[in-house]
């Protein structure tokens, strides 16, 4: 099915421990994005990439960073887990960024 | 970012009865608007979108509403079904700056 594809699902990190969230689109989308999504809060922007080759900050960049590695796949490390980056987080994907976007099922990630 | 808000938090509906489900936003460069449906687990789903040049749209038993003059926006869904709970959140597209931001949402529960 079209779509986009988070992997993993779910994970738990230590404190200190780091990991890449992956995201593949097979829609042809040029623009991709990184949200967290934590409890009685809207989702807010970690990092997008408006078209291959580029990447910019959103609203809630600090111990993330990003690689567009080609049109289809963008993703998220994290380089040393807090507590703090517990959250939801979700990849979408849109034609451009003045469209709507399609969203992925999301990676659960707890740091303890 | 800009505000954008829920004025319910949680919404109770009996089924076949009606929903709404409001929104309210700030910024009065927002040109594009969208509800999502995001269900317990899963990634947020579009439901409709509606442009700041229009006051109305309708989709398969959902109607969006734009007031610009209040700027609020809000979401009907006609002969509520159980299928319809999940939390509902609007966002905004800032024309300036190309971006989107979500409201926190607010979660609809559908009585049998």
């Known amino acids: 099915n079209a779509g986009v594809t988070q992997t993993p699902k779910f994970q738990v990190l230590k404190t200190g421990q780091s990991m890449t969230l992956q995201c593949a689109q097979d829609?042809?989308?040029?623009?991709m994005y990184w949200y967290r999504q934590d409890p009685g809060m809207g989702l807010r922007l970690i990092y997008y990439?408006?078209?291959?080759?580029?990447?910019d900050k959103g609203e809630v960049p600090n111990g993330y960073n990003v690689s567009r590695l080609n049109k289809r796949e963008f993703s998220l490390r994290l380089e040393s887990a807090a507590p703090s980056q517990t959250s939801v987080y979700f990849c979408?994907?849109?034609?451009?960024?003045?469209?709507?976007?399609?969203f992925g099922s999301g990676t659960r990630l707890t740091v303890v | 970012g800009e505000s954008v808000g829920l004025h319910l938090p949680t919404l109770s509906v009996q089924e076949g009865d009606n929903s709404i489900i409001n929104c309210a936003y700030s910024?009065?460069?927002?040109?594009?608007f969208i509800w999502y449906k995001q269900e317990s687990g899963k990634g947020p789903q579009f439901i409709i979108d509606?442009?700041?040049?229009?006051d109305k749209r309708q989709g398969q038993r959902v109607t969006v509403l734009l007031n610009k003059t209040v700027k609020h926006l809000s979401l009907q869904i006609a002969a509520t079904q159980p299928g319809d709970s999940a939390v509902y959140f609007c966002?905004?597209?800032?024309?300036?700056?190309?971006?989107?931001?979500f409201g926190s949402g607010t979660k609809l529960n559908v009585k049998p």
């Open positions: 979408a994907s849109s034609e451009a960024t003045e469209y709507g976007y399609t």
């Open positions: 829609m042809n989308h040029n623009s």
């Open positions: 990439s408006a078209s291959e080759g580029t990447t």
């Open positions: 910024n009065s460069a927002s040109d594009y």
């Open positions: 509606i442009r700041s040049n229009m």
């Open positions: 966002a905004e597209r800032d024309y300036n700056f190309n971006k989107f931001y």
